[in-house]
């Protein structure tokens, strides 16, 4: 059974910085593509981030590009995301999801396995 956890969310300043941690268990983790997902109140789940099981694609969302970095490191069955110049907007709860194969998807449907979120939010 597939296990994903994330950590890392909590309350932070606009422009402040905050670093997410997921870890996927049940198979060798670089077997997964790992997502980033967020979704605020009212709204649906909006693609964040994703990469490959070893790191030779990503896809960043256009709202975070630029301010948001994906990474992993598979000798300890990580994924990151670090978010930087966080503002108001980017306030919601974020979800690590994995899927098998390696292959990035910015596709809710297509992730099988996903955590139990995390809050962040961001004050102004």
């Known amino acids: 059974q597939v296990q994903v956890v994330e950590s890392g969310g909590g309350l932070v300043q606009a422009g402040g910085s905050l670093r997410l941690s997921c870890t996927a268990s049940?198979?060798?983790?670089?077997?997964?593509?790992m997502g980033w997902f967020r979704q605020a109140p009212g709204k649906e789940r909006e693609f964040v981030a994703a990469?490959?099981?070893?790191?030779?694609?990503?896809l960043v969302g256009d709202s975070v590009k630029g301010r948001f970095t994906v990474s992993r490191d598979n000798a300890k069955n990580t994924v990151y995301l670090q978010m930087n110049s966080l503002q108001p907007g980017d306030t919601a709860v974020y979800f690590c999801a994995a899927r098998l194969l390696g292959l990035v998807s910015i596709r809710v449907r297509e992730y099988p396995y996903w955590g139990q979120g995390t809050q962040v939010t961001v004050s102004s």
């Open positions: 990469i490959s099981g070893r790191s030779t694609g990503t």
């Open positions: 049940g198979r060798t983790f670089s077997s997964y593509a």
